[in-house]
């Protein structure tokens, strides 16, 4: 959507200039350098799938998690590789807990519809 578009746009623009800082697909902890929360699995994925067509054909790779669904396949997702990472508080918390990913790279955060 354009709302989407508005926040999302400029934020993959401005992450071209971190491409140094990308993690390891190998890595066995995720640092994102943008995180997008979504109070819903609804909205979530609807940023991811937006987020996908527009990286689409460049280096960076969305990731959704929210709950509901199979822990263990979102890991897998994330493990792949993940710059930009949306999802619901729940999720975030419980995977940042874990330590599947980290913080430490982050560069832009963004709340939606908080």
């Keep these: ?9 400029p934020v993959l623009t401005v992450m071209s200039r971190y491409q140094g800082e990308l993690t390891s697909r190998l890595s066995e902890v995720q640092a994102p350098l943008a995180l997008v929360i979504a109070p819903t699995r609804e ?18 790779r969305p990731v959704v998690v929210y709950g509901g669904v199979s822990v263990a396949h979102q890991l897998n997702n994330i493990g792949g590789g993940c710059n930009l990472l949306i999802g619901t508080p729940g999720r975030l918390k419980d995977f940042l807990g874990k330590r599947k990913i980290s913080l430490s790279k982050l560069k832009f955060l963004i709340l939606d519809e908080a």
Aim: hydrophobic share 45%.
């Design 1 to 9: 959507s354009g709302k989407t578009a508005a926040f999302l746009l």
């Design 43 to 60: 909205l979530a994925c609807q940023i991811y799938n937006d987020a996908r067509s527009f990286s689409s054909g460049t280096v960076f």
